[in-house]
């Protein structure tokens, strides 16, 4: 019997983990089933990582690397190749290996998976269905991990940061990036990847396009692009002919929770994770999430900082601390898409909480307003917001404790 | 292949009529070969189809097709069975929604009855809303039909012809057949760079098959390509109906479905629209009707939980019913439209009698083996799964996350009867990269085990038909 089981070995599960056992648990358990620690860290080559956790920047493998080094010298163990098939309620864990089929018990578990991308199908490009059409990550995968190229003239659909960083590293390489195809009048990546990623290599960006036809019945020959209006409808009259033997997707990540959905734990339609309290705990007690499983992050540094949050959670479960069902739910106000956590132990020992959300529009100057019924509770000041970069504030309990609900909104200058 | 050996029987294309042929013609004592132009089995209609198995009141009392589809349905159950294909008999609907659909329903009823077809029931809208909750309230009556199920349609190929395959009948992939020449008693087919000589010639070349019977025999029917794309969603969806769910059917086919799949999704579609022979696409056009269509029957599918889009093109042709005819030792087995997937099984059996009355009559073996061996890991029990990982532990390794598909399952397609060459074939016959993430996570370990597998490199690897590359060498 493990005090805690930690599914999944990317980031979000190393830091929880880790912070279980500064939290002092000592049996803790790791479930990774790819062939090494670091999750999808391993495979982002670039830098960029750990500005705000380690104060430098590091590329995807050294992040993942500073915490595998820190539970170098931990009691804590690590099952690789090892796949998770099913977690019951009462927190059997079934694995699978090539050493065998089995059973594992946890007094907690923290549910690490991550995520996975959207697909072709997921938007339902119209078109045959050609080799050459891949995710962004998997031709990032090809190309990092295995030294395979997925193509040679290339087009991008999706301003998702994958997908301009693959932009980048394509071009890198030697192929040519004909195009990067946005469907939102905004880019859903990071500012910062917009410019190093497709300025600085004259990559144009087409905001307010997509992709309405695929072409080639063996390999990619070539797509079709064109200008939607105000719904997202493809407006006649306005193709461009793109002859491109790759197409790589950057429509957006969904987190992994088919392992969390077959426990009948409750879910979030809005975030596609788990419901979540202030801890990272989920609607079954000992169970947490953390990392893109619950929402989909920006940066591994956030990941990381609610990781250790779900850990520690977990150590005072162990030790026997339990909440009341007292809870204040957190509301999605004007503008907002999703709030994480969804719900507040009123009980809590924390003094203040972090609230992370993301806005659906462009904002200039503006206010992040948290309120409850007529009553504001409290107002942040932001010089701008957009949907691709995360919200974070940080609440004080105290003020939060005498209500029920209470609603997260953005007012201002809207773009 | 042996230089100048005769075959007694050559059958052209390996879709489920050409497997299901020489599934039949394997219990006899001959020498068979099944010519395919692909570089793979069950590559034309049988890939991309509604996956259905339907219960036989649709075709008009006295066809072909009437009698071969009951008949079909039946076999189809056992075959599934002994050759382990996943199949539910999980019955259908055919709903109404007017006075005149009342009309049709009542036809359908009548027609399925002189058919044949077992346990057909008409439902009023609240018998039907009782067995299958979420249909729209605009319903007025439907037809039960409970014996129609789901299929995997290419597994159920494959299944056939590695069945055909382990009990002696050849297959030569990759070779198109461009030339027929009666030499003698016997014909001379060019396929590729081969030339085939044999006693009897079946041609089951689907879209094709009119070229194919141009070549031996003067013109006597045509082709006409009719394609009908589909949404396939996920399992999130898959519990969105429990039975085969139709409208009406009209002139142009049975009509837009919503079923559950074998394999727990749920597939919306087809349309019908008349196409080119090779035009696989799906139009913005033909999904808009589609999603239009189906939510008259099922409002609350949800196309957001869509994966796949994809389409298959009907061998219709300009006859009303299958074309199965004798021409001397030339066997036509064409315009097998819906429901050909339904009847293969009859379609064989009958094409085989056809034969023996045309005096190509072969005895029957007394060692067939009519039995298939297909590990699955995802619907065996904890139990069962931790024998099998005991055993061969490459069954303990998944590698496909989203159906649960573990490595031994993917060398075990690797090195089947008619062995798996591409990622897609390995999709075909274990299910990896079938599931929701489309191989986005498994796509490259596949490719990984195919090259390790076939000692080749993994540039060398294609994803579907020949040319369809995935990768290239990365220059330094």
């Given at each position: 019997m493990y005090e805690l089981a930690v599914i999944g070995g990317g980031p979000a599960g190393l830091a929880a983990a880790f912070s279980a056992y500064q939290n002092g648990l000592k049996k803790i358990v790791i479930v990774e089933r790819d062939r090494e620690l670091g999750g999808i860290l391993n495979q982002c080559i670039h830098n960029g990582f750990g500005l705000h956790r380690f104060k430098e920047e590091l590329s995807g493998p050294e992040y993942a690397h500073?915490?595998?080094?820190?539970?170098?010298?931990?009691?804590?163990?690590?099952?690789?190749?090892?796949?998770?098939?099913?977690?019951?309620?009462?927190?059997?864990?079934?694995?699978?290996?090539?050493?065998?089929?089995?059973?594992?018990?946890?007094?907690?578990?923290?549910?690490?998976?991550?995520?996975?991308?959207?697909?072709?199908?997921?938007?339902?490009?119209?078109?045959?269905?050609?080799?050459?059409?891949?995710?962004?990550?998997?031709?990032?995968?090809?190309l990092n991990m295995e030294g395979l190229m997925a193509g040679s003239r290339v087009v991008i659909l999706g301003s998702g940061d994958i997908g301009l960083i693959m932009a980048r590293r394509m071009t890198l390489e030697g192929a040519k990036v004909l195009a990067c195809v946005e469907l939102m009048p905004y880019s859903g990546g990071l500012n910062r990847n917009i410019v190093q990623c497709l300025h600085d290599y004259n990559i144009p960006l087409y905001l307010s396009h997509t992709v309405t036809e695929i072409r080639g019945t063996k390999r990619l020959e070539g797509i079709t692009v064109a200008k939607v209006d105000e719904n997202r409808r493809p407006i006649p009259g306005t193709e461009m002919n793109f002859e491109c033997d790759t197409l790589l997707l950057s429509v957006g990540l969904i987190p992994e929770n088919e392992l969390t959905r077959a426990a009948g734990i409750d879910m979030d339609a809005r975030t596609n994770g788990s419901r979540v309290y202030e801890n990272m705990e989920t609607s079954i007690g000992g169970v947490f999430a953390c990392g893109n499983a619950v929402h989909v992050h920006d940066l591994v540094d956030y990941v990381s900082d609610e990781s250790a949050r779900a850990g520690a959670a977990a150590a005072e479960y162990v030790k026997g601390v339990r909440h009341k069902s007292d809870c204040a739910l957190f509301e999605?106000?004007?503008?907002?898409?999703?709030?994480?956590?969804?719900?507040?132990?009123?009980?809590?020992?924390?003094?203040?909480?972090?609230?992370?959300?993301?806005?659906?529009?462009?904002?200039?100057k503006s206010r992040i307003i948290v309120s409850s019924g007529d009553k504001e509770i409290a107002g942040f000041k932001r010089q701008f917001m957009v949907p691709g970069e995360m919200q974070h504030i940080i609440l004080p309990v105290d003020k939060l404790r005498e209500f029920d609900s209470i609603k997260i909104s953005a007012e201002g200058e809207e773009k | 292949m042996e230089c100048g050996k005769m075959y007694d029987v050559s059958i052209i294309g390996c879709g489920i009529t050409g497997s299901a042929i020489a599934y039949e013609l394997s219990k006899r004592k001959l020498k068979c070969v099944v010519i395919e132009k692909e570089n793979?089995?069950?590559?034309?209609?049988?890939?991309?189809?509604?996956?259905?198995?339907?219960?036989?009141?649709?075709?008009?009392?006295?066809?072909?097709?009437?009698?071969?589809?009951?008949?079909?349905?039946?076999?189809?159950?056992?075959?599934?069975?002994?050759?382990?294909?996943?199949?539910?008999q999980i019955g259908s609907l055919v709903l109404a929604f007017n006075n005149e659909e009342i009309q049709t329903v009542n036809m359908l009823y009548k027609r399925g009855v002189a058919n044949g077809v077992k346990g057909l029931k008409i439902l009023s809208y609240e018998e039907t809303k009782a067995i299958e909750p979420n249909i729209s309230k605009d319903v007025t009556a439907s037809l039960y039909a409970p014996t129609a199920a789901v299929v995997n349609p290419w597994e159920y190929a494959v299944a056939l012809a590695e069945t055909a395959v382990v009990n002696g009948v050849e297959i030569i992939l990759n070779s198109?057949?461009?030339?027929?020449?009666?030499?003698?008693?016997?014909?001379?087919?060019?396929?590729?760079?081969?030339?085939?000589?044999?006693?009897?010639?079946?041609?089951?070349?689907?879209?094709?098959?009119?070229?194919?019977?141009?070549?031996?025999?003067?013109?006597?029917?045509?082709?006409?390509?009719?394609?009908?794309?589909?949404?396939?969603?996920?399992?999130?969806?898959?519990?969105?109906?429990?039975?085969?769910?139709?409208?009406c059917p009209t002139k142009a086919g049975k009509g837009v479905l919503v079923a559950p799949t074998v394999h727990g999704n749920l597939i919306v579609g087809p349309n019908a629209i008349d196409s080119d022979l090779n035009d696989t696409s799906a139009k913005d056009t033909d999904l808009s009707f589609i999603r239009g269509?189906?939510?008259?029957?099922?409002?609350?599918?949800?196309?957001?939980?869509?994966?796949?889009?994809?389409?298959?093109?009907?061998?219709?042709?300009?006859?009303?019913?299958?074309?199965?005819?004798?021409?001397?030792?030339?066997?036509?087995?064409?315009?097998?439209?819906?429901?050909?997937?339904?009847?293969?099984?009859?379609?064989?059996?009958?094409t085989v009698r056809l034969m023996?009355?045309?005096?190509?009559?072969?005895?029957?073996?007394?060692?067939?083996?009519?039995?298939?061996?297909?590990?699955?890991?995802?619907?065996?029990?904890?139990?069962?799964?931790?024998?099998?990982?005991k055993k061969n532990p490459l069954y303990g390794r998944v590698i496909c996350r989203c159906e649960t598909v573990t490595e031994g399952?993917?060398?075990?397609?690797?090195?089947?009867?008619i062995p798996a060459r591409?990622?897609?074939?390995?999709?075909?016959?274990?299910?990896?990269?079938?599931?929701?993430?489309?191989?986005?996570?498994c796509g490259p370990r596949v490719l990984e085990i195919l090259a390790r597998e076939l000692k080749v490199p993994r540039e060398s690897i294609e994803k579907d038909r020949a040319g369809s590359y995935i990768v290239r060498r990365r220059e330094d």
């Open positions: 500073r915490y595998i080094e820190m539970l170098n010298d931990t009691s804590v163990e690590v099952k690789l190749d090892t796949m998770v098939i099913e977690i019951t309620p009462d927190k059997k864990i079934y694995t699978t290996n090539p050493s065998g089929y089995e059973m594992i018990e946890a007094e907690s578990i923290v549910l690490a998976m991550g995520c996975r991308e959207r697909t072709r199908g997921a938007i339902s490009i119209p078109g045959t269905r050609p080799s050459g059409v891949f995710t962004a990550g998997a031709a990032q995968r090809y999605n106000g004007y503008a907002v898409t999703y709030t994480v956590p969804q719900k507040l132990h009123k009980d809590t020992k924390a003094e203040k909480i972090d609230l992370f959300f993301r806005v659906n529009k462009v904002f200039g | 793979d089995v069950a590559m034309g209609a049988t890939r991309a189809n509604s996956a259905i198995i339907h219960a036989g009141y649709d075709p008009a009392e006295g066809t072909l097709m009437a009698k071969l589809n009951v008949r079909g349905a039946e076999l189809c159950k056992e075959l599934c069975e002994k050759l382990s294909v996943p199949y539910a198109e057949v461009t030339g027929i020449r009666k030499s003698g008693d016997a014909f001379e087919i060019t396929a590729g760079n081969k030339t085939i000589k044999t006693k009897y010639v079946i041609n089951a070349a689907g879209v094709n098959a009119d070229e194919v019977h141009d070549m031996a025999l003067p013109h006597s029917f045509n082709i006409i390509p009719n394609k009908g794309a589909y949404y396939l969603l996920d399992k999130t969806e898959g519990k969105r109906v429990s039975h085969v769910v139709f409208q269509t189906a939510v008259k029957s099922i409002p609350s599918v949800d196309f957001r939980a869509n994966i796949r889009n994809f389409s298959g093109i009907r061998p219709n042709s300009d006859r009303d019913d299958f074309i199965i005819e004798a021409n001397g030792g030339f066997f036509d087995v064409a315009g097998i439209k819906s429901p050909g997937l339904a009847s293969a099984p009859g379609i064989a059996e009958y023996e009355e045309n005096g190509a009559y072969f005895e029957l073996k007394e060692n067939f083996i009519n039995t298939r061996e297909h590990v699955r890991f995802n619907t065996m029990s904890h139990e069962e799964r931790a024998e099998l990982v399952e993917i060398i075990d397609a690797i090195h089947a009867p591409t990622v897609d074939g390995v999709k075909r016959r274990c299910a990896a990269g079938l599931g929701r993430c489309q191989g986005g996570f």
